[in-house]
Nanobody, 127 residues
Framework: QLHVAESGGGVVHAGGSLRLSCEVS????????IGWFRQAPGKEREGVAC????????FYEDSVKGRFTLSRDNAKETVYLQMDSLKPEDTGVYYC????????????????????WGQGTQVTVSS
């Protein structure tokens, strides 16, 4: 059984940085992508970035492109989301996930099934 666990959230001022970690346990088929979603209060969950584990290709949503960096530690089966130049609109619960990442209309499709979600970690960016 796959288990996904995020950590590293916190409270920072605008312009600050946070580094989120996502640890995967269990056996994850290599066709699955790993990445991040986020959900602001009262809003729907949206994609942040995903990494296809077969080729390490990374896709970023336009909203975070140039500010966030997704990286992978293959040996530890861990991914990181380095978040720089944080903005108040980045505030939300960030979820790591293992799924088949697809991009539709330039955005990461939020999966409804066949996805392993982490519990979420809160990121708050104050202005």
């Amino acid at each position: 059984q796959l288990h996904v666990a995020e950590s590293g959230g916190g409270v920072v001022h605008a312009g600050g940085s946070l580094r989120l970690s996502c640890e995967v346990s269990g056996f994850a088929p290599d066709y699955l992508s790993i990445g991040w979603f986020r959900q602001a209060p009262g809003k729907e969950r949206e994609g942040v970035a995903c990494l296809t584990r077969l080729d390490n290709n990374i896709f970023y949503e336009d909203s975070v492109k140039g500010r966030f960096t997704l990286s992978r530690d293959n040996a530890k089966e861990t991914v990181y989301l380095q978040m720089d130049s944080l903005k108040p609109e980045d505030t939300g619960v960030y979820y790591c996930a293992l799924w088949v990442c697809t991009v539709i209309g330039g955005s990461i499709y939020v999966p409804q099934e066949n996805v392993s979600w982490g519990q979420g970690t809160q990121v708050t960016v104050s202005s």
